[in-house]
T-cell receptor, first 109, second 113 residues
C-alpha cells in the first residue's frame, strides 16, 4: 500500500504565527491528497484536499500545496488561533485507507 | 441526516470476553474501515472492506474480526485473543476506494476492566 510519512510529529506555535506540516508519499500514481483535523475525543474531519492536477488550493486561513515531482505536499495554516490546536493527518489517495502518523499542533495564546 | 454512527460511545469489557463494536452508515458508501488509536498515537488500520461480503486485513488485524453482510454495516469484534484491547476505535466510510472524502464516526472508547 501507499507509504505516507508526516513531519513534524509535534508543533507548537504562538497565536497569530503560521504553521506548516509536510507529508511525503511513495506511489507516483496517487492523485488525491486530503488533510484531516482531529479534535480531542472525536473522529477526524476533512479540512482541505487537493487533486494531482492542481498545485495549490486555499480555503481562508488554510492552504495545501502539492509537488508531484518531489512527491510531497504540505498543509499551511496562517494566523493560527487556539482553536486550531488539534491533531492533523494527511493521506495519499485512499486505496489502502492509510494515513500519515499525525501532527499534534498546539497554538499558544 | 446522512452520516456514520458508532455505538456505544463507551464500552467496558472484562478480560477474556469478546465484544462487538457497531458501525452504521447511511451515506450509501461502498468502502468502510476500522482504525485503532492509542493515546497520543496515529490511526492504525485494523480491517477494511471495499464491497459487501468482502474485506481485507489491515496492519493490526490479529485479535479482531469483522463482517460485511450489508452495505451500511461493518461491525468489529474484539476477541479475547486481542491482548491489549483498551483503545479508541474509529470507523470510517468512503464513496470509493480512492479519491473521495472519508467520513468518520465519533468513535468508541473500549476499556478492559
Amino acid at each position: 500500500g501507499e507509504n505516507v510519512e508526516q513531519h513534524p510529529s509535534t508543533l507548537s506555535v504562538q497565536e497569530g504565527d503560521s504553521a506548516v506540516i509536510k507529508c511525503t508519499y511513495s506511489d507516483s500514481a496517487s492523485n488525491y491528497f486530503p488533510w484531516y483535523k482531529q479534535e480531542l475525543g472525536k473522529g477526524p474531519q476533512l479540512i482541505i484536499d487537493i487533486r494531482s492536477n492542481v498545485g495549490e488550493k486555499k480555503d481562508q486561513r488554510i492552504a495545501v500545496t502539492l509537488n508531484k515531482t518531489a512527491k510531497h505536499f504540505s498543509l499551511h495554516i496562517t494566523e493560527t488561533q487556539p482553536e486550531d490546536s488539534a491533531v492533523y493527518f494527511c493521506a495519499a489517495s485512499w486505496i489502502s485507507g492509510r494515513f500519515g502518523a499525525g501532527t499534534r499542533l498546539t497554538v499558544k495564546p | 441526516d446522512g452520516g456514520i454512527t458508532q455505538s456505544p460511545k463507551y464500552l467496558f469489557r472484562k478480560e477474556g470476553q469478546n465484544v462487538t463494536l457497531s458501525c452504521e452508515q447511511n451515506l450509501n458508501h461502498d468502502a468502510m474501515y476500522w482504525y485503532r488509536q492509542d493515546p497520543g498515537q496515529g490511526l492504525r488500520l485494523i480491517y477494511y472492506s471495499q464491497i459487501v461480503n468482502d474485506f481485507q486485513k489491515g496492519d493490526i488485524a490479529e485479535g479482531y474480526s469483522v463482517s460485511r453482510e450489508k452495505k451500511e454495516s461493518f461491525p468489529l469484534t474484539v476477541t479475547s485473543a486481542q491482548k491489549n484491547p483498551t483503545a479508541f476505535y474509529l470507523c470510517a466510510s468512503t464513496d470509493a476506494p480512492r479519491g473521495t472524502e472519508a467520513f468518520f464516526g465519533q468513535g468508541t472508547r473500549l476499556t478492559v476492566v
